[in-house]
């Protein structure tokens, strides 16, 4: 699929334009992830869970923190800080001023039959610039696809749905109301005046996946973020930023997943479940509806309750 960048990056920086008080002075062209980085980029490193990243990473110059610089490459210049989220969302702020709210995109309008002439368009759809879908889909009544979206082929988008910073697959089903590639839930408490955090992700929905009414996407702040082949997700479901879902998994009504936490293959999740942030979930677990997992859960197990502990403990407590 196509690969494209959704927010205009007002880089190059100089770095000391950056941050006035270090003696570094180069070009920053960018801001990514420590896996994503490379030469001339910029990145952070807030927590040690992300040790063997941080031990990789191939960027220039890395935000971080006097307890954890020890662990980032001898190549890697560091920016000691004492909050590493807050002096990175100032960064993005710069190089993508237009990444901290979602505004309207004001390129919409109706679908041209020559430009998609094997789609077809409900009543009132509304299409911006640059935008890609593939033959055989069907848009529904009152949906928006925003600027550059790709959608592939044999795809069913319902009515009432808004579609943004996204990459969509073949054959995918997004139903009625959903809501696709908003800005993720993300700020610093300042009194007062709180500082938003960018997002300058997107979403990437594989092939096969089918997703049911009133579902929020959320897209990645600075990475994607990623529901896999042949995912079933059910109504009412809310995956924020930079949430991996693996393949075949089965997301029932009302579950929620909170950022940036991984979700193996084949996962089984009842209703009105909720994941803790920044956590793995292994291949083939299922977890039982209403369960609060706030902690990693390896590969084959089953578990249940709040917080969620595995099945055999789970009956016997009860």
Do not use: W
């Not at 989220?85 to 990444?99: G, H």
């Not at 901290?100 to 610039?129: C, E, M, R, T, W």
């Amino acid at each position: 699929m196509e690969k494209k960048f959704f927010f205009r990056n007002k880089g190059p920086f100089k770095l000391k334009v950056l941050f006035p008080y270090t003696k570094i002075n180069f070009d920053i062209q960018n801001v990514k992830t420590l896996k994503e980085a490379i030469k001339h980029d910029l990145t952070f490193y807030d927590s040690v869970r992300y040790e063997n990243l941080a031990k990789k990473t191939k960027a220039s110059v890395c935000i971080t923190t006097e307890k954890l610089k020890k662990h980032l490459p001898k190549n890697c210049k560091i920016i000691l800080v004492k909050n590493v989220l807050f002096e990175l969302a100032k960064v993005l702020k710069k190089f993508y001023p237009d990444s901290d709210l979602d505004y309207p995109d004001l390129s919409l309008q109706k679908p041209s039959k020559s430009k998609f002439p094997a789609v077809k368009f409900g009543n009132n759809v509304l299409i911006g610039k640059n935008v890609k879908i593939g033959k055989n889909s069907f848009v529904g009544s009152n949906s928006i696809i925003e600027h550059d979206v790709v959608v592939g082929k044999n795809c069913v988008i319902g009515s009432q749905v808004l579609i943004k910073n996204s990459y969509i697959g073949d054959s995918v089903v997004i139903q009625d109301g959903c809501k696709i590639g908003l800005k993720g839930f993300g700020f610093i408490p300042i009194k007062g005046n709180n500082f938003k955090f960018p997002h300058v992700g997107h979403v990437n929905i594989k092939n096969n996946v089918e997703i049911a009414g009133s579902c929020t996407i959320d897209r990645g702040s600075l990475d994607e973020t990623c529901i896999g082949e042949n995912t079933y997700i059910d109504n009412q479901v809310h995956i924020a930023h930079n949430v991996k879902i693996g393949d075949n998994c089965m997301i029932a009504g009302q579950v929620g997943f909170a950022g940036s936490s991984t979700i193996g293959n084949n996962v089984s999740i009842g209703g009105q479940a909720g994941i803790s942030g920044h956590l793995k979930i292994g291949n083939n677990v299922k977890i039982g509806g209403g369960s609060g997992v706030v902690k990693d859960i390896p590969d084959n197990q089953i578990v249940m309750g709040y917080p969620a502990v595995s099945i055999k403990e789970f009956l016997k407590n009860k």
